[in-house]
């Protein structure tokens, strides 16, 4: 029988202390350079996260933006002496020329600088005495309704009719003067301010709560002189 030999352990190494100083020294010393190349490396990841990032919120903005302008609408204020199949019949009115809704705010009509509450005291200022005068006219509300895309609300129709030609004659020449402002808002609580016939909306932020409010007086929709 044959018996193996002990072997013995080989001795351990031991690294002198001047040695290992030298290996962290050097580590140190390169170690900046090796952050650099990292931070060098990393850097394509790190710009094209960033630019990621950047075109998303382009993106989502876009978006938002095609949304609230799918939704715009575009009030306009007009006024007529005649209508389609040209009866004489004055009117003031606000019309949506947008691809919105409108919900119809606040609106301030003045004539000679001084707000008008209603259509009695338009006339009144505008069209002198209506005693003795067969005065009908007919009404919409102005505020707190919606108007779709390409529908017109009158605020007021005054037909003409052997009776008022007097008023009927003075309000046709007279309507030029009135100084109307309006203000509007989309679905997404957009709100524009117009002021008269010509100009593009104003945007704000919300609704005037200052303005001398004019109204329908749907008490006298249709009305008559005393």
């Known amino acids: 029988m044959s018996e193996n030999p002990d072997r013995e352990a080989a001795p351990e190494t031991i690294v002198p202390a001047s040695a290992a100083a030298a290996v962290g020294s050097r580590f140190l010393r390169y170690l900046p350079i090796i952050t ?7 850097l394509p990841a790190l710009i094209a996260s960033l630019a990621l990032a ?17 939704a715009m609408p575009f009030v306009t204020f007009g006024t007529s002496n005649a209508t389609k199949d040209g009866k004489p019949d004055i009117s003031l009115s606000l019309t949506n020329n947008g691809v ?4 119809l705010g606040p609106i301030e009509m003045r004539y000679d600088g001084k707000p008008l509450a209603n259509p009695t005291e338009l006339f ?11 005065l009908s006219y007919s009404t919409s509300p102005s505020t707190g ?9 009158n ?10 030609e007097a008023i009927w004659q003075a309000f046709n020449k007279e309507r030029w003067k009135l100084q109307v402002r309006s203000c509007y808002c989309s679905i997404f609580n957009d709100c524009w301010i117009i002021e008269g016939m010509q100009g593009l909306p ?3 932020k919300q609704c005037p709560a200052d303005w001398s409010l004019y109204s329908e ?4 929709r249709i009305a008559g002189a005393p």
């Open 202 to 204: 104003k945007p704000v």
């Open 145 to 153: 309704v919606a108007i779709r895309p390409g529908e017109t609300q």
């Open 54 to 70: 950047y075109f998303a919120f382009v993106q989502a903005d876009a978006t938002q933006k095609m949304q609230t302008g799918g």
């Open 217 to 220: 007086d749907a008490r006298n």
């Open 100 to 103: 919105g809704p409108a919900i």
């Open 36 to 42: 650099i190349a990292h931070f060098i490396i990393g």
């Open 124 to 134: 009144a200022a505008c069209c002198g005495d209506q005693r003795g005068t067969s």
């Open 155 to 164: 605020l007021i129709n005054l037909p003409r009719t052997p009776g008022n």
